[in-house]
Nanobody, 124 residues
């Protein structure tokens, strides 16, 4: 399984932007569907966004649609989550996940590899 490392988290004011990165090693992300999930304080982990491996089809949670964008750079073996117009309710630990030859999606059980997470804190 591919190994994943997230970065780019931090503290930002409401309305600001951050770009999270998920770098892979031990395999080519070009053959993986990728997902971003988040776990707010005291809550369960939830789906954020996904991109399929072949066509690059994207899908977003309603709460982040039109504000977040998932993308991939197969040359750099990295997946990104561009987060704009951040809100305090976006505060969470953000995780990337990979599914080999998958369509992606919102189900955590589909993903075989997970990163360790990066913290995003949005102040009001």
């Amino acid at each position: 399984q591919v190994q994943l490392v997230e970065s780019g988290g931090g503290l930002v004011q409401a309305g600001g932007s951050l770009r999270l990165s998920c770098a892979a090693s031990g395999g080519s992300l070009s053959t993986y569907a990728m997902g971003w999930f988040r776990q707010p304080p005291g809550k369960e982990r939830e789906f954020v966004a996904t991109i399929s491996w072949r066509l690059g089809t994207t899908y977003y949670a309603d709460s982040v649609k039109d504000r977040f964008t998932i993308s991939r750079d197969n040359v750099k073996n990295t997946v990104y989550l561009q987060m704009n117009s951040l809100k305090p309710e976006d505060t969470a630990a953000y995780y990337c996940a990979a599914e080999r030859y998958g369509a992606g999606g919102r189900e955590e059980g589909k993903y075989g590899s997970w990163g360790q997470g990066t913290q995003v804190t949005v102040s009001s």
